[in-house]
């Protein structure tokens, strides 16, 4: 096996398995993909460590540990479309598509989506396509989504997120609300909302989805 390959298996057995993930098609899935391929060439020796890398200034790629156990709790069935929103360089777009019938990986940044584009065939992902547009809109042309999951950590949840849902739709996302943030499944019913924190995670907010200071008198 390669160094890149033994530390895959390695990320799997120490970082997934043991965080009480048991989807047999996640671990596949993250014991197949190449996720060096996926991060930049400087930060390939990174893509398997117990941290968040850099793909972008100011934006990381969750731990693999998070990005398991956030899409585990979100349980996407392969008859689902998926919107995967903050994708990055597309290694979670790639993982997703492995569980769902579609997914749609969402960039606000050209080069991302240039290179999210590129490495998703390799990998076999046909059933994903990345686009650009604005991260708090979402794709609202391409919904309902069964599923929505975002790559990064937000303060307040955009309203057009919810939107976007089916009846039954689920939002994965991490809020922080400090120096952790809860990892939450919020799930539409009819017009009503309801959420479940999963587990904790402290990945940096992502630009712009700070939550807006108050007036203070």
């Known amino acids: 096996m390669s160094d890149f390959a033994n530390a895959r298996a390695a990320m799997v057995n ?17 014991s197949e993909i190449p996720r060096e391929r996926f991060v930049p060439r400087s930060k390939a020796a990174q893509a398997y460590a117990d941290a968040e890398v850099e793909c972008a200034p100011g934006r990381v790629m969750l731990r693999p540990r998070d990005l398991a156990k956030l899409i585990q709790a979100v349980d996407v069935g392969p008859d689902e479309l998926v919107l995967d929103i903050a994708c990055g360089r597309g290694y979670s777009t790639a993982v997703l598509a492995r569980l769902a019938e579609t997914v749609v990986g969402l960039e606000s940044e050209e080069a991302l989506v240039k290179r999210a584009s590129e490495r998703l065939p390799d990998v076999g992902a046909d059933n994903a396509v990345v686009v650009r547009g604005d991260l708090k809109a979402g794709v609202p042309d391409q919904g309902p989504f069964d599923v929505i999951f975002v790559g990064g950590a937000v303060e307040d949840v955009p309203d057009a997120w919810f939107d976007q849902l089916a009846d039954g739709g689920r939002l994965a996302v ?26 904790d995670a402290a990945p940096p907010v992502m630009p712009g989805f700070e939550r807006e200071a108050g007036f203070v008198f």
């Not at 952790?180 to 959420?195: E, L, P, Q, W, Y």
Request: charged share 25%.
């Open 14 to 30: 120490s970082q997934v398995r043991v965080a009480d993930v048991t989807d047999h098609r996640i671990q596949d899935a993250m």
């Open 174 to 199: 991490i809020v922080r609300e400090g120096p952790v943030g809860k990892a939450t499944v919020f799930t539409r019913s009819g017009s009503a909302i309801g959420d479940r924190v999963h587990f």
